[in-house]
Every structure is written in C-alpha cells, then in structure tokens.
Nanobody, 117 residues
Framework: QVQLVESGGGLVQAGGSLRLSCVAS????????MGWFRRAPGKEREWIAA????????YYAESVKGRFTISRDNAKNTVYLQMNSLKPEDTAVYYC??????????WGQGTQVTVSS
C-alpha cells in the first residue's frame, strides 16, 4: 500500500488561505486516484475532493466547490489542496487518501486546520 504524510495545516483567520500537501511513498503513486477528506470535532470523516491518477478528472464536495482546488504532481508523489476563503466551519483535521478500486484507504496522520472568526 501507499503510505501518506500530510502537512501544511495551521491557524488562519476567516477569509485566509492555506495549502496542504500530501506526500506519498511508493513507486505506484501515479497509478491511483487520490482524495482529500476532513474530520471536524464530533463529526464523521467527510470527503471533500478527488483527483484522478492523471489529474484529468476532478470532483469537489459542494461545501468546498469554488474555494478549494485539488492538484497533483506525480513526479513529486504529491497531491495538494489549495484552500481559499476559509471559513470557521472548515476547521478540521485534513487527511488524504488513496482510492483502491472502490475503497478509500492508506490514511496518514492528518494535518490540523483551524479557522478563527
């Protein structure tokens, strides 16, 4: 399995921006569709964005559409999440995941994003 390490989280004021990175180990990173998820306090993990192995197909949850941008650099084994116009309700631990067939897995430790009002 691919192993993942997320980074880039932090504390930001509402309206601000952050860029998250997820670095993957393994030579087969470019073969997999990747996604970003988040888990807010007291809530279930929520899918927010996905990108195909080539980067040619991208999907977003309605809650982040127009504010977040997912991208990937297969040469660097990295997937990114650019987050703009952040809101307090975006506060969560953010994770990236690998899509194995129809199952998301290979979670990293996550990175905390806190948006103050």
């Amino acid at each position: 399995q691919v192993q993942l390490v997320e980074s880039g989280g932090g504390l930001v004021q509402a309206g601000g921006s952050l860029r998250l990175s997820c670095v993957a180990s393994g030579r087969t990173f470019s073969s997999y569709d990747m996604g970003w998820f988040r888990r807010a306090p007291g809530k279930e993990r929520e899918w927010i964005a996905a990108i195909s192995w080539s980067g040619g197909t991208i999907y977003y949850a309605e809650s982040v559409k127009g504010r977040f941008t997912i991208s990937r650099d297969n040469a660097k084994n990295t997937v990114y999440l650019q987050m703009n116009s952040l809101k307090p309700e975006d506060t969560a631990v953010y994770y990236c995941g690998v899509l194995y067939g129809n199952r998301w897995d290979s979670w990293g430790q996550g990175t905390q994003v806190t948006v103050s009002s």
